[in-house]
């Protein structure tokens, strides 16, 4: 059978398995999400125990916060799980989410070289850091892609009193990528750049990167769920997505985040009760 004939076979054999009984019957919802709760591995740790429970599949469509919202936006998703207060804040004013939830934290760090051009090896001041980047014309990568890694990055900038859009120079790169690829393209131009603590820890192409700046409290990372609104949006699977958000901020959903480990380090920190998170 020759290579068209093969794809034909295994398109119409999805096809099939897709109409079946058993698929048709199967309660799905789909989460937009972020690239961080991706690719640090959080969603194969925790999505097995909910699916389990619940008999619910979860199917996660992993991309920047600004695009997960986006894509509630126009009903294609149940329920969103990102990090950037800010975009949350709007995309319920704007009558698309029913209520947000504080489900977890972690904080950014600023990774880079340990040859360390711009001199910032061990500094708890990130404002300072970035400064001094932007002053030596180090390399620095951007996400690029309205994450909320990169949303917290400008952020970061401005309270640096720089511009970026108006300062950056050959010096800084815009990538338009997730947080891995992000990673690797620093790791191959021996670039600064703003990252997650739980990707970082899952990133293994590390190279000759490192940690240099953590520890500011500018860089507190708060992630926070949400129910897409079934009254605006009437695909919205209500029922399935609000089982799976009472299962993240209840005791049995945040125990699971707190045990995700690697190495023994600690990648997420459970806080849906904490008031005001």
Do not use: C
């Not at 709760?37 to 389990?52: A, D, I, N």
């Amino acid at each position: 059978m020759d290579l068209r004939r093969r794809i034909a076979a295994a398109t119409f054999a999805l096809a099939a398995l897709a109409l079946s009984p058993y698929a048709l019957a199967q309660k799905f919802i789909t989460v937009a999400s972020t690239t961080s709760t991706e690719q640090s591995g959080l969603f194969k740790h925790l999505l097995p125990v909910f699916e389990k429970k619940s008999g619910i599949q979860v199917r996660v469509v992993a991309v920047g916060t600004g695009q997960a919202l986006d894509l509630a936006r126009r009903g294609d998703a149940d329920v969103v799980f990102v990090h950037a207060r800010s975009a949350e804040e709007k995309f319920l004013s704007e009558g698309h989410g029913v209520k947000r939830l504080p489900v977890m934290y972690n904080d950014f760090v600023l990774i880079g070289p340990k040859s360390d051009p711009a001199k910032i090896a061990g500094s708890k001041d990130i404002l300072d850091a970035l400064k001094k980047i932007r002053d030596r014309g180090a390399p620095f990568v951007s996400r690029g892609d309205r994450s909320g890694t990169h949303i917290a990055e400008l952020d970061l900038w401005k309270a640096a009193g720089i511009d970026i859009a108006k300062d950056k120079g050959p010096w800084y790169r815009d990538t338009g990528q997730g947080m891995g690829p992000a990673l690797n393209t620093a790791s191959s131009m021996g670039a600064y750049l703003l990252a997650d603590r739980g990707t970082w820890l899952a990133f293994r192409n590390r190279g000759d990167l490192a940690i240099l700046v953590e520890g500011d409290k500018r860089l507190f990372n708060q992630y926070g769920v949400m129910l897409v609104n079934p009254e605006k949006h009437a695909s919205v699977k209500r029922a399935e997505g609000q089982a799976f958000v009472d299962w993240l901020v209840s005791p049995e959903g945040q125990k699971t985040i707190a045990d995700y480990k690697i190495n023994g380090e600690q990648l997420f920190y459970p806080n849906a009760n904490q008031p005001g998170a």
